[in-house]
């Protein structure tokens, strides 16, 4: 018992290496003022904004269903959550998070959701997190929660890959109802195109951890395929004795490993492996005898880089627009030239919200817009391209939330519109003014617009508690006409023409185009030339759509004749589920809320430690500012991500003292903290008569800042005025008092600014951009001991020679009116050069930085290389500060320069989900050009998932 206690604490001290690691997961907040209510049943809390009362119900009725549901895998039902509701915002998602345990859920349903209604989807799927977490709440895990709370639950679910936690709630998503992703063909297409296409297979190490030189899908389908092959050889208590192993031995090196070991005899390569094979024999059964696409009917040129051609449209008999994504480019509409198959740039795009719509003269796409403070505020803003001149574009602030626009004429679109309590419209756009002109009855929710020129007809792709259908708009009598459905299958991407309706749905493992004829009610379906097809157009006797190869979606331009036209009964799945709990949710019980008071909640204690650390020293980064010492650590975070803090006590040489408050629900956020050391106040000596205090150091210190977002689609943009006043009690000279006195404080001010390209997969740095920050520090009541400090800094990022190159450029400048003492540097010097006091100091430095190789090399299972990069740089900089020789003040002044490069080695260890990068750098310095070399290795814990999440809807 002795030894099991003494493990006990090591596991304990060794979670507070990494004190975020499970800690502080916060995603934003929502707008001052929100009201917010909350109803309860059995033990699931559900806290939501007051204008969401409606669509609480929905919620809290779902969660209650699939609360005992997918926890019998588990032997797990009826466990406490929290869970909080956020309607305004567009951006739809879902997660999970241990410490503070709580389940977040986003009310706008994406627009390429499947055949399920968004509350019920995120029931079932966050529900299974919710009991994957209290499965590891036990044994080993359990015990140790006394010693370090709900973190030590976030700990040991970093002991277990994601690819289990996401394929887990996948196949629940599929198992516990007729639809879930599982079913999707398009979920494991790029699997089935790698192997059905014979292309030279992939390592394990690279399925699972991703790569740079090659498209590989995230952990979702590559988990979901090993979990499900994994409850079909074994039986799903598989995965249970797994996570049980884990929950008894984290103490154990990749206990995962051995749990999943001891129950298959195989390990979780091994595993996977197998799984691929098992799911490559289904494949096969189906496999298109037309296994690759004529290169007649292409019109792209065959990629080198993996890149997706999506939503192409014929404009006229030379040219196509269509919407580019690719591991090496930002996303951006291009237009191609069908006779040389080139392809120009028309502008690049942020985060689009719904499919795009084209006439022959313009291009209509809505992009997530964010409020410029609050994350769980935004809205959507309308773009209108002009498709004959490059970046000629419009941008109308919708001020709303509107998705999927359909072209009405050249001067009127449709609109689908959300609303925060759940209500969905139809909406014309007109003279730069929206105007709603139908309002859907609840659990209808609409994907997709497509209007028809022929007949003047407005088609709705919708979700209903069914599955989905396909409902025309009669304008005149303002009510929906169901044209086709409902069906469990995941039909998507409409487009109407003539008297039909076409559009892509799962057929034999693969997506084909199917035309329903609204007339006739007959279905046909195109079979697919090669691994999958979808977003059709048709224009006159020609289909353009995007076809699926191992390089990505293609673009073919196809007369019906090329394709083989096939006559089809239903789209329909066969009832394959184990439990048919895909039902109406019409009657769903109403529960009766009350007010949920943020400012008695401002405080939840999730997580403590057996001892003293100073976690906050500055609230806007977290750091360890203090080796351990006996004592007690409280870690605090509410439910509605507005108030994190901690208080510590603790013993060293003396008592310990510390209490940090980060307050996010007013604009100014806003962080104080207050911190007793265990060793004497600093002196600032002046004079001979040097004095010596016991007063054991305090320093108290509170900082606002305003940040406001200015954009966030294909350049994101911030700025944030701060200040920050810091008070110890440090002595220091007074000439008034001739003598030494207590009290330091210092103002630190300053206004930070950035605005760069989003990133591509391949990018190191943006290509286009400038980061920049001001900064001014003194001691307002000490200016005879300490003057003033200002720093400029900024960077610039310009493109380099070749893609996913980037040029940067960068300035430090830093002056301090100096008295007595100097307030320490803001800017490092050149590399290859120490710090030094500084009174003016100003540097230019050049970087130019470029991927080397993409080795996705493996070592066994201890190392994976990812990708190997290069930056040259030269640094120039100068230096003066004053001095005192022979009784004479002089200012001494002396340049640095340096020269050299710096390699950047990408990796993961021990097939962990965490990324590392090596640092190796070795330059020249100096006139005389002396060496050196400095090894930095950091691991970016943010990649880790700290948070169990659906954000792949």
């Not at 019109?299 to 008999?317: E, G, W």
Request: with cysteine; glycine share 6%.
């Amino acid at each position: 018992m002795k030894k099991f206690f003494k493990i006990a604490f090591l596991v304990s001290l060794l979670s507070v290496s990494l004190p975020v690691f499970s800690q502080y997961y916060t995603t934003g907040t929502e707008a001052f003022g929100t009201r917010w209510r909350v109803k309860s049943f059995g033990k699931i809390n559900l806290i939501f904004p007051s204008d969401a009362e409606k669509i609480s119900d929905y919620y809290l009725n779902s969660l209650v269903k699939y609360d005992s549901l997918v926890g019998q895998d588990y032997g797990i039902t009826n466990r406490r959550i929290d869970v909080v509701l956020h309607n305004h915002t567009s951006a739809s998602n879902g997660f999970v998070a241990w410490a503070p345990r709580r389940m977040e859920l986003i009310t706008q349903n994406p627009t390429n959701s499947y055949a399920q209604l968004w509350h019920e989807q995120l029931a079932v799927h966050e529900s299974r997190h919710v009991k994957q977490m209290y499965a590891l709440n036990k044994g080993f895990v359990k015990f140790n929660s006394i010693f370090i709370g709900q973190q030590a639950v976030g700990l040991a679910a970093s002991f277990v890959p994601s690819w289990f936690l996401e394929g887990d709630a996948v196949y629940a998503e599929t198992h516990y109802s007729k639809a879930g992703r599982g079913r999707d063909a398009d979920f494991l297409q790029y699997y089935r195109a790698h192997f059905l296409s014979g292309k030279k297979n992939y390592s394990y190490d690279k399925w699972l951890l991703g790569s740079y030189k090659n498209y590989i899908p995230n952990y979702y389908p590559f988990g979901y395929m090993i979990v499900n092959y994994g409850n079909i050889k074994y039986g799903n208590k598989i995965w249970t004795k797994t996570i049980r192993h884990t929950a008894n031995f984290p103490f154990i090196p990749f206990t995962f490993y051995f749990g999943l070991k001891h129950q298959t005899g195989l390990s979780r390569k091994h595993m996977a492996l197998q799984a691929i094979n098992y799911q490559d024999s289904i494949w096969k059964t189906t496999v298109n005898t037309t296994p690759e696409i004529p290169d007649s009917l292409q019109a792209v040129r065959k990629p080198k880089v993996y890149t997706n051609y999506q939503y192409p449209f014929k404009l006229n008999d030379s040219t196509i627009i269509a919407y580019r994504t690719s591991l090496d480019k930002t996303p951006a509409f291009v237009l191609i030239n069908t006779s040389t198959r080139k392809t120009k740039k028309l502008c690049n795009t942020g985060l689009l919200q719904g499919s795009p719509a084209y006439s022959k003269q313009k291009t209509a796409w809505v992009e997530y817009k964010p409020h410029w403070r609050w994350d769980y505020l935004n809205s959507t803003e309308l773009h209108l391209l002009n498709n004959t001149r490059i970046r000629k574009q419009t941008i109308i602030n919708l001020h709303g939330r509107y998705y999927s626009p359909a072209f009405y004429n050249d001067s009127s679109i449709y609109l689908l519109g959300y609303t925060t309590n759940g209500n969905w419209t139809i909406n014309l756009f007109c003279n730069e003014t929206v105007k709603t002109i139908f309002t859907f009855d609840s659990f209808i929710e609409p994907l997709e617009l497509a209007y028809n020129q022929t007949n003047n007809k407005l088609y709705i792709l919708a979700t209903t508690a069914k599955g989905k259908c396909i409902f025309s708009f009669d304008s005149n009598a303002k009510n929906l006409i169901k044209e086709f459905g409902p069906t469990t299958n995941n039909i998507n991407s409409i487009f109407a023409f003539n008297d039909n309706i076409i559009f892509s749905a799962s057929i034999d493992n693969a997506e084909n185009l199917v035309v329903f004829n609204t007339n006739s009610g007959k279905l046909n379906y195109y079979n697919t030339l090669a691994f999958g097809s979808k977003y059709p157009s048709v224009q006159n006797d020609t289909i353009t759509f995007s076809e699926y190869t191992p390089k990505g979606y293609t673009i073919v331009l196809a007369n019906e004749k090329n394709l083989v036209k096939n006559n089809i009964e239903t789209l329909d799945f066969p009832n394959d589920s184990l439990n048919d709990h895909f039902t109406q949710t019409e009657n769903a019980k109403h529960y009766e809320s009350k007010p949920y008071r943020e400012l008695t909640h401002l405080f939840n204690f999730h997580s403590w430690m057996p001892f003293y650390v100073n976690v906050f020293d500055d609230l806007t980064q977290t750091s360890m500012t203090s080796t351990l010492r006996p004592g007690i650590t409280l870690l605090s975070q509410n439910l509605t991500g507005t108030t994190i803090s901690s208080i510590g006590y603790g013993y060293g040489n003396s008592n310990l003292f510390m209490a940090g408050i980060k307050y996010l629900g007013w604009w100014p956020v806003i962080y104080a903290n207050y911190s007793l050391f265990d060793y004497n106040a600093d002196v600032y000596d002046v004079t001979n008569d040097i004095i010596y205090t016991n007063e054991k150091r305090w320093e108290a210190k509170v900082e606002l800042a305003l940040p406001v977002t200015l954009s966030n689609n294909s350049f994101y943009t911030f700025l944030q005025p701060f200040t920050n006043i810091t008070l110890s009690n440090d002595y220091l000279y007074s000439s008034a008092a001739e003598g030494y006195r207590s009290g330091l404080t210092t103002v630190h001010s300053g206004v930070t600014f950035y605005s760069y390209q989003q990133l591509a997969t391949r990018d190191i740095f943006p290509r286009l951009g400038v980061v920049s920050k001001f900064e001014n520090e003194f001691a307002p009541t000490n200016r005879n001991n300490l003057g003033n400090l200002n720093a400029l800094y900024v960077k610039t990022f310009l493109p380099g020679m070749f893609t996913n190159h980037s040029l940067q450029f960068t300035l430090k400048y830093q002056h301090q009116y100096l008295k007595n003492f100097y307030f320490s540097n803001r800017y490092s010097f050149p590399r290859g050069y120490s710090d030094f006091p500084s009174q003016t100091f100003y540097s230019l430095s050049a970087d130019y930085c470029f991927p080397l190789i993409y080795p996705d090399l493996a070592i066994r299972s201890l190392i994976y290389l990812k990708r190997i990069s290069v930056d040259l740089f030269y640094d120039y900089g100068k230096n003066s500060y004053p001095m005192v020789e022979s009784d004479q003040l002089f200012t001494k002044s002396y340049t640095m320069n340096s020269f050299g490069y710096e390699l950047f080695i990408d990796f993961h260890l021990f097939r962990t989900r965490f990324p590392f990068r090596l640092t190796y750098r070795y330059g020249f310095a100096g006139n005389n050009f002396s060496s050196f070399s400095v090894v930095n290795l950091n691991m970016d814990i943010y990649s880790g998932n700290r948070a169990i999440n659906a954000n792949n809807f």
